[in-house]
């Protein structure tokens, strides 16, 4: 497994945004808030419109275990209904892995740290 470290320094505007071309599966997602405010974090595959994942008002540090739903071959995970599977997959990135950071305030530091093999 590797791990990626991405540092957060805000805009005045509480916004950051960080994408990188990313091939692998994503493991866990460690957000460190260290003095941000609150912010909403949204990281996706921005080539493939893949959210891995969308949370607001994160107030403490936590872990985050990203996962896609499985579908049937038309798109529609119906299908999978009583088929013994759990309806979900780890996060496979295929384009540009993007850190979306927005409310965490002026300036403000933290830390997204990205479990994957590779």
Known sequence: MSQKSVFVRTAADGSFTWQRSFKGTIRAIEFVIG??????????????????????????????????????????????????????????????LKIVITGAGDTKSGRVNILYDA
């Open 35 to 96: 003095d941000l405010s609150t912010p909403d974090i949204d990281v996706t595959d921005d080539t493939y419109s893949l959210s891995l994942l969308s949370v607001n008002g994160v107030a403490a540090s936590t872990v985050y275990y990203p996962s896609t739903f499985l579908a049937a071959g038309d798109g529609t995970t119906a299908a999978l209904v009583g088929t013994g599977m759990k309806g979900a997959t780890t996060a496979t990135v295929m384009g540009v």
